[in-house]
């Protein structure tokens, strides 16, 4: 009923329609969405060589965390195959480590830190081979990890740390990998 006490119909066309309608406006969508496999990178790139990253930090060693970490996610992705050489490969993955901060994330009441941030910051390349030309980039991709400080025992500090080092090039190059294949 509407509000003159007049009786609304919807005949069983004109509610198909209606059903058709809508069903036409939820697969279509607004046409936004993720692309993971890659579609937007050259489909002539099949193999892709990870070079070792510039470490312009002072952490020793973090360039090759960082560059087991890309590795890693080429090889557990299914787009391209890593190559053994720049020479075999198709594109290089290159960049380097323009930043490495820890700050405190949370303190003690004896105004020591609890728990620190660290913070990586990234500028990554991926080259096509043949032409030199860049196919992606992500420059100044940050990513952060959260560790446990211990005052009375450094050594687990240091442990946790570390370990949050390694979890800090992991969720970076996943982070860089994924935008990379959606093309952002």
């Known amino acids: 009923m509407d509000g003159k006490g007049h009786r609304l ?22 046409g936004y969405r993720f692309s993971p496999g890659g579609e937007n990178l050259p489909p002539e790139i099949r193999t892709v060589f990870v070079e070792i ?6 952490e020793a060693n973090f360039e090759n965390q ?20 720049k020479e ?10 323009e930043g490495l901060s820890s700050s405190p994330l949370s303190y003690r009441a004896t105004n020591l830190a609890a728990e ?11 080259e096509d081979r043949n032409s030199g030309k860049a196919v992606w980039t992500g420059d100044g991709l940050a990513g952060t990890a959260d560790y446990t400080v211990d005052p009375a025992n ?5 442990t ?3 370990n949050n080092l390694n979890k800090l090039a992991n969720d970076t190059a996943e982070k860089a990998y994924r935008l990379m294949m959606s093309g952002f």
């Open 9 to 30: 119909v919807f005949s069983g066309r004109r509610a198909g329609a209606c059903l058709v309608f809508l069903l036409f406006l939820i697969c279509a969508g607004c």
């Open 53 to 58: 990253f510039a470490n312009k930090t002072s």
């Open 66 to 85: 960082v560059r087991a970490a890309f590795v890693d996610q080429i090889i557990r992705g299914t787009r391209f195959k890593l190559a053994d050489s």
């Open 88 to 97: 075999t490969a198709d594109a290089v993955l290159r960049g380097s480590i």
């Open 116 to 126: 620190e941030r660290l913070t990586a910051v990234l500028n990554i390349t991926l």
């Open 154 to 158: 450094p050594t687990v500090t240091q």
């Open 160 to 162: 946790n740390r570390r």
